[in-house]
C-alpha cells in the first residue's frame, strides 16, 4: 500500500518510526523504495550531492523538476516529497503556489517541502494545503539560509528554542501534515515531537523525532564530507574507485573482455 500523509500520523500515534532518505535518480529512488524507506525526499541537498555546488541555492526549479520526475517514476510505495528550490517560492503566496503546482503536476510527486517558519511563509503554507498541496514543513537549520546561519546547530539559547518551537507549532496549524527538525538539541526536537500532532522527522536532531531523515549520499559514504550527525553505512566511494581500478586494469592487461 502506498504510504500517505494521513499514514504518517497514524505512525505517529502508534509509535512507529517514519523512515526517510533523500534520492536525486531513478536508480537510487528504486532501491530505497523496494527497501522499505516510507517517504523519499527530492531534497535540494541534491545541488550538492549530485550537481557538484557548494550550496543548495543554485539548484532550479526546472533542475527540481527534472530530478524529481525520475525518483517518482522509480517508487511504488513510499510518500515521495519534493523540496521547492531557493527563492521559488519566497516571493509571494502566489509564487509558492505556482511552483508547487508544477511540481505535482510535472513530476507527479504527492507533496513539497519548504523551508521555514515566519508569518508570511504560514500563510503560504495554509493557502497550499487549502488549495490541496500536502506541505511538509522544516525548521532549525535551514540551509537556504546558509549566508545567515551558516551550518551551525540552532535554537540552543532558550529564546530561540522558543522561536523554533512556536514556527513548528503555527506550521502545523497552517495545515503541514510533517515537519522536518534539523540541526536542533534533542531536548528542543523531543519537546516539539510531543506538543504537535504530526510526526516529526529529525535530522541531527537525536532520537525523540517520529521519524528520522539523512541525505542518502552521506548514508552510501558518497560524499567526501559530511555532516558531523550523519552515518555513512557503507563506504560506497571506496568502493566505486577499487571497481573502476579493477576495471581499468584489466582492460589494459587484456583480461577483460574474455575471448
Ligand atoms: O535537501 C535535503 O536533503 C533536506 C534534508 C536535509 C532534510 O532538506
Known sequence: MAVTPRQL???KQ???????????????????????VDLILVGDSLAMTALGYTTTLPVTLEEM??????????VDRALVVCDLPFMSYQESTQQALHTA??????????????????????????????????????????PQSVHQLGYRQQGNSP????RILTEAIELEQAGAFAIVLE???PELASQITQKLQIPTVGIGAGPHCDGQVLVTADVLGLTEKKPPFAKAYLNLRADIDQAVRTYCAEVREHQFPEA
Open 101 to 142: 503546482g508544477r511540481v505535482l503536476k510535472e513530476t507527479g510527486v504527492q507533496a513539497v517541502k519548504i523551508e521555514g517558519g515566519y508569518p508570511a511563509l504560514i500563510e503560504t503554507v495554509a493557502r497550499l494545503v487549502q488549495v490541496g498541496i500536502p506541505v511538509m514543513g522544516h525548521v532549525g537549520l535551514t
Open 14 to 36: 502508534q509509535g512507529r518510526s517514519i523512515t526517510a532518505l533523500t534520492a536525486w535518480d531513478f536508480a537510487i529512488a528504486q532501491i530505497l523504495d523496494r527497501a522499505g
Open 65 to 74: 523538476l527534472y530530478h524529481a520526475s525520475s525518483v517518482r517514476r522509480a
Open 183 to 185: 540541526h536542533i538539541p
Open 9 to 11: 500520523s497514524q505512525w
Open 159 to 162: 529564546e530561540a528554542g522558543k
